[in-house]
């Protein structure tokens, strides 16, 4: 998930002395101005873009020297001098520009919020721990090569059975016949997999079946109706904890982020 974090820098300045002659009165402190690294026409260039600039280029792999603190500044300096231009002639009026900025504030403000929510928000060792038994408990201890032949109607399923019966080969029908564009290509490949990938009815049918062999009644699941063929089955390899940490944890922080929006819109009035 991409997020930025926009870092600020203020320097605070001196209160100013009580004017000459007025009644003696203690002075108050002048307010922190943020500090600048250029004046544009009168426009400060804060430094706090010149921090988050050099933050995108670090990322990119540009170290923060002396000479990258000036193109930077130099570049900062010629965005000011367009924007401005740009306001002067009326480019920043436009309706279409005034919804490109709208839309990037938006997302500005999206994604540092969902920066802050997740860091409030953290996947502990436990949830990790937890996640990581149950995937594994649902993967089992071996893996299956399935081809499967996609239909609408348990009539069409049936007469590719009865043509594999006659010696038709499964590839050759699958490519010819199947609704499911991604694998009808490879002749009904579904690359290796758990049962659990796939609905429970497929599944069940599928790790009955012997190497080689296919179904000899069609299988429905919500998509229609399917006739599977096994060409192999392996142990599987499990990732151990360490491994798969990282990908159990973003799946994790997905996973809440997307509660955390049906939340939102179970409450808002939405029109």
Not at 63 to 89: F, G, H, K, S, Y
Not at 180 to 198: E, F, I, N
Request: hydrophobic letters at 40%.
């Amino acid at each position: 998930m991409k997020t930025w974090i926009i870092a600020a820098a203020w320097m605070a300045v001196p209160a100013l002395a009580s004017a000459q002659g007025l009644p003696t009165k203690k002075a108050e402190p002048a307010k922190p101005a943020a500090a600048a690294i250029a004046t544009v026409n009168g426009v400060a260039v804060p430094q706090s873009r010149m921090n988050l600039m050099l933050q995108r280029q670090g990322q990119r792999g540009m170290p923060d020297n002396e000479q990258t603190r000036a193109m930077v500044r130099e570049e900062l300096i010629n965005r000011e001098l367009l924007a401005q231009e740009a306001q002067r002639t009326g480019v920043g009026k436009r309706p279409e520009v005034q919804t490109q900025v709208d839309f990037a504030r938006q997302e500005i403000l999206v994604n540092a919020y969902i920066t802050d929510w997740v860091r409030t928000h953290p996947i502990s060792d436990a949830d990790i721990r937890k996640e990581y038994d149950r995937v594994k408990g649902q993967a089992g201890d071996k893996e299956y090569r399935a081809r499967h032949i996609l239909v609408e109607t348990e009539e069409q399923a049936n007469s590719l059975i009865a043509e594999l019966r006659k010696g038709g080969k499964f590839e050759e029908l699958a490519s010819k016949n199947s609704k499911d564009p991604g694998s009808a290509q490879r002749g009904g490949d579904l690359d290796w997999a758990v049962p659990s990938t796939y609905d429970p009815q497929f599944s069940s049918a599928m790790v009955k079946l012997e190497k080689g062999k296919y179904t000899e009644q069609p299988v429905r699941t919500r998509f229609g109706y399917h006739v599977i063929q096994l060409d192999d089955v392996r142990a599987i390899s499990f990732p151990a904890l360490n491994e798969a940490r990282p990908r159990i944890q973003q799946s994790l922080v997905q996973s809440r982020l997307e509660e955390l929006v049906k939340s939102l819109r179970s409450k808002a009035k939405i029109q």
